[in-house]
């Protein structure tokens, strides 16, 4: 499909799939997503239209990809105030967000 057709680019539906299913919360702070393999046959694409859809996603900022590795469901980073009487462990519940060891 081409972009000037009108139509939707097939890359983006399968970005704009993928994004739902993250607000959705089908998957995990930090867990893999399927591979590119899994997904280029749920959508019937090749894997190069799947990695384009997922290059969306990683410029959002959405999720991170590890070569050898996946993709991966990005944490939301933590707002972290400076000063001089600055608690960690009490910034992060604020946050609403659990410290652990």
């Known amino acids: 499909m081409s972009e000037t057709s009108g139509k939707t680019p097939i890359w983006q539906a399968i970005a704009s ?11 995990g702070l930090g867990a893999k997503l399927p591979t590119e393999a899994d997904l280029a046959h749920r ?33 939301k ?6 000063g001089n009487r600055v608690r960690f462990h009490d910034n992060l519940i604020a946050a609403g967000r659990r410290p652990e060891k």
Do not use: Q
């Open 17 to 27: 799939a993928l994004r739902s299913e993250l607000a959705e919360g089908r998957y």
């Open 43 to 75: 959508f019937g694409v090749n894997r190069h239209t799947v990695r384009h859809g997922i290059s969306a996603l990683v410029a959002e900022g959405l999720i991170r990809t590890r070569r050898g590795a996946g993709a991966f469901l990005a944490a």
């Open 77 to 82: 980073p933590t707002d972290y105030p400076i």
